[in-house]
């Protein structure tokens, strides 16, 4: 098998997550949808941006950060970097 520097992709495949929020959650995804359209121009609906806000929360949770890097359970510890074996010629 050959030794690429690009490790294999991981699952891209979506999943679809149904929740149910109050009434004053929805309120505020609406406001936001509304603001984000006075804002930039374009109309995105609430399904559609809610992913992007998930990801901007969990990428600026410093805390979960911390326990993703160390490894900690219950953390997606699979999709953590792979080390480069010691036998590749780029290593010093």
């Known amino acids: 098998m050959a030794n690429l520097k690009l490790g294999k992709l991981p699952d891209r495949t979506p999943s679809k ?13 609406n406001d936001y949808a509304g603001l984000y359209r006075q804002t930039y ?19 600026s949770d410093r805390a979960f950060a911390k326990a993703k890097k160390e490894g ?12 480069q074996s010691a036998s590749t010629s780029d290593n010093p």
Not at 21 to 29: F, G, H, I, T
Not at 41 to 59: D, K, N, R, Y
Not at 72 to 83: D, F, I, N, Y
């Open 17 to 29: 997550i149904t929740i149910t929020v109050s009434a004053a959650l929805s309120q505020a995804l």
């Open 72 to 83: 900690l359970p219950g953390t997606g510890t699979s999709e953590k970097p792979r080390r």
């Open 41 to 59: 121009g374009e109309s995105e609906t609430v399904a559609e941006l809610i992913p992007f806000m998930l990801s901007e929360f969990l990428e």
